[in-house]
């Protein structure tokens, strides 16, 4: 499986992670996304994938539109995949929606709902003729940067996200309100608006996710003291958030991690993505 990957010019690096290419053979018919502090958008240029959610099952022909998460998302993938996407930001993704994003919390759309058929129409035959990967991504930043429009509140939203991510979660929700100068209800309205869900949600992915990524699956691993050190009230505590994110015990998704390292050692999308078949 082919991926490419890179980061965006300013003003759109402050809003965006990386662009992407993706194509190939998926290591797993089905694959588990665990919700992380990021919103998602996927341009499909293959046949159409299938997303689960605890809502329901659909297929997505052109793409979709995912803002920051709060439950698991698992993809279906075709035999061969393409497609070129956007790793938002959790705030990221709100200048290039015409709805609040708490409306999508959860709830995938395809990218037709969110700029309208004519306009995913052209980008997709433009992508589909480019001259290979780095050229479709200078295409899909293009797009991005023709339709970035101001959104209020955006700096407030930015600001205290970023130091919730600095600090990996860890940091007093009310603190972060006096220090804006605003009521944590303004506070929380502007998040559910821009992000999809509240500040405190926010840092809890945040906290969880940073947990997540320090662990080796390859080693052995001391739970207790993995939840201590996250800031986790005890092992019982991180059991629960870990359950409540991923819908799996740690020592499952330890095992499920395991798998795909030893059926797909070195590929491409280990790392989170969790196989689900």
């Known amino acids: 499986m082919e991926y490419v990957s890179r980061g965006p010019r ?27 502090p990021a919103a998602l958008l996927i341009v499909n240029l293959g046949a ?3 997303i689960r959610t605890d809502i329901e099952t659909a297929a ?7 803002t920051t ?22 705030w990221g993704l709100a200048p290039f929606l015409p709805m609040p994003a708490a409306e999508l919390r959860d709830r995938p759309v395809t990218v037709e709902q969110v700029w309208g058929r004519p306009a995913i129409a052209e980008l997709r035959d433009r992508l589909a003729t480019a001259h290979g990967p780095h050229e479709m991504l200078t295409l899909l930043e293009e797009e991005l940067m023709r339709r970035l429009r101001g959104t209020a509140g ?5 600001h205290t996200s970023g130091v919730i991510a600095a600090t990996n979660g860890a940091v007093a929700i009310g603190d972060l309100s006096v220090a804006a100068g605003v ?9 559910k608006e821009l992000v999809g869900v509240t500040p405190k949600r926010l840092a809890r992915s945040y906290r969880f996710a940073a947990t997540v990524l320090t662990i080796d699956p390859a080693g052995p691993i001391d739970w207790g003291g993995l939840a201590g050190a996250a800031g986790y009230f005890d092992q019982a505590h991180f059991g629960h958030e870990f359950r409540a994110f ?9 095992e499920v991690r395991r798998r795909f390292l030893r059926e797909h050692p070195g590929h491409v999308l280990d790392g989170w993505p969790l196989p689900a078949d």
């Open 10 to 36: 300013p003003p759109l690096d402050g809003l965006i992670d990386d662009l992407y290419y993706l194509e190939g053979s998926s290591p797993y018919a089905r694959l588990t996304l665990p919700p992380m």
């Open 48 to 50: 159409p994938m299938r």
């Open 60 to 66: 997505y022909a052109d793409g979709c539109v995912l």
């Open 69 to 90: 998460p709060t439950r698991a998302v698992e993809f279906g993938y075709p035999r061969q995949t393409r497609s070129v996407g956007v790793h938002f930001k959790p």
């Open 154 to 158: 955006l700096g407030l939203v930015r």
């Open 183 to 191: 009521s944590g209800t303004h506070l929380a309205q502007r998040f």
């Open 246 to 254: 991923t819908g799996l015990t740690p020592t499952r998704y330890i």
